[in-house]
């Protein structure tokens, strides 16, 4: 079982910056991919970011220039820098992990979410 705990969201005004982390435990062979997805009110879950283990990232379109995903594969960790914030990022942003235990068996682990809101 891998177990995700996330820090970093808060309140911020238009234009700031926050960072979140997540760190992955448990029973870890590797891990894949992680990343970050997040949740609006009233909206699904959509792709922020994700990194692979051999650095490929992905972004969606509406963060592009303005977050940058990075990861330390040695401690399972995962940031996400987050600059010139805009109230449309306002969200639950969720954690992910994809990888195989030390029992070969895949995963597919979530964070408990942190909040991130943009306002003034």
């Known amino acids: 079982q891998v177990q995700l705990v996330e820090s970093g969201g808060g309140e911020v005004q238009p234009g700031g910056s926050l960072t979140l982390s997540c760190s992955a435990s448990g029973s870890i062979f590797t891990i894949f991919t992680m990343g970050w997805y997040r949740q609006a009110p009233g909206k699904q879950r959509d792709l922020v970011a994700t990194?692979?283990?051999?650095?490929?990232?992905k972004y969606a379109d509406s963060v592009k220039g303005r977050f940058a995903i990075s990861r330390d594969n040695v401690n399972h960790t995962v940031w996400l820098q987050m600059n010139s914030l805009e109230a449309d990022d306002t969200a639950v942003y969720y954690c992910?992990?994809?990888?195989?235990?030390?029992?070969?068996?895949?995963?597919?682990?979530w964070g408990q979410g942190t909040q991130v809101t943009v306002s003034s």
């Open positions: 990194i692979t283990g051999g650095g490929s990232i």
């Open positions: 992910n992990t994809r990888g195989y235990s030390m029992l070969y068996r895949p995963f597919d682990s």
